[in-house]
């Protein structure tokens, strides 16, 4: 089967290293949902790749995460590998630093994508799966540009206890200290490009940059940045710096960063906005106790329809917020479990 058979190709929305990504519609569907398929050259392919590409497709497949480009499908064509995906109709966050032309984000913009991030990160390592190429041009935004969506796991392998993936893949500003070392990448490396992200975020440009790769290495070994400037808070420039730390056995986990005190009311509110947002909370049933709803369906930002879906994604990425909020009492209440620990974060209504 071709693209042409069953999709119309609209344009082509980028070019990676492995493939060409075009926005499609389903033909023969008035209202077809916009797709993008992203085909990758056979050509040069060995057998054993090309099934380590499919692998990679159904690995995709299984994902299930509002934080998590959605994947649907994926089919062999005469000459390439076709794998068709959720349209992100906001671009990429590369993109979005870029249009700030210089004009920093408000901290508290910076932490919200952040700490999405940082959830979509956290349901990978959960499933012991590594992204491996974490950088602004994947991660994904919806139409709003508010959401967060990973994306490009092209190169991301599924850990097993007894191997530990060590090829030297990436783009080299995010590559980390013990990956430029030739060492192995590991969950640790993952967090160290998501310090880079959270640094590019606050300063609107990369954490290590140079005029070649050389330069670039060696900034990296010596984890030479420039300093935040002073519109980033103390709490987040030491945050940064504990993220960017050359041992990476000093940095932290993806719960560690989740649950620290900059961070966990951060999270809280992005697990609750995502519900509001992904599944709106029925008007009648927020005056009692509620268990926040959402859909774990990456397919699209739509509506929640069973609650116990939602426990039981949350459940699946072991953090469950539960709103409590009285129209009597003036205090809501929300609760967030991480593990076997539970937040509770009281405040005064209206
Ligand atoms: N699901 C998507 N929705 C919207 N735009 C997308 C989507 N996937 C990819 N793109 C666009 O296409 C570009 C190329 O994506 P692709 O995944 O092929 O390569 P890359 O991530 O830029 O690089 P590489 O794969 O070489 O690491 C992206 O930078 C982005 O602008």
Partial sequence: MEVEDKYEKLRVVGRGAFGICWLCKK?????????????IPLHGLSTKEEQEIKGEADLLRKMNHPMIIGYYDYFTCTDSIAIVMQFAEGGTLENLIRDQRGVHFSEAIVLKYF??????????HSLNIVHRDLKTQNILLNRKRTLIKL????????????SVASTLIGTPNYLSPEMV??????????????????????????AFDGENLPAIVMK???????????????ESRDLVGKILSGNEDSRPTVKD??????????????????????GSVPEKRRSQPTQLTMRARTGSDS????????????????????????????????????GSTTYINTVRKG
């Fill in 181 to 206: 070392e030739g060492r192995s990448y590991n969950m640790k490396s993952d967090i160290w490009a998501l310090g880079c992200v959270l640094y590019e975020l606050f300063m609107l440009r990369r």
């Fill in 220 to 234: 990296i070994t010596q984890q030479k940045y420039a300093p935040l400037g002073n519109h980033v808070s103390k």
């Fill in 115 to 124: 700490t999405q991030i940082l959830l979509g990160l956290e349901y990978m």
């Fill in 303 to 338: 509506i929640a329809s069973s609650p116990s879906t939602t426990a039981a994604y949350y459940r699946t990425q072991n953090l469950i917020a539960t709103n409590h909020s009285s129209s009597r009492s003036s205090f809501s209440t929300t609760t967030a479990s991480v």
């Fill in 27 to 39: 033909k023969g569907e008035e209202n077809a949902e916009k797709v993008i398929i992203k085909t």
């Fill in 257 to 278: 960063i989740m649950t620290c005190p900059l961070i966990l009311s951060y999270t809280l509110t992005v697990v609750l906005d995502t519900g509001r947002i992904m």
């Fill in 151 to 162: 994306s490009d796991f092209g190169v991301s392998k599924q850990l097993n206890t007894r």
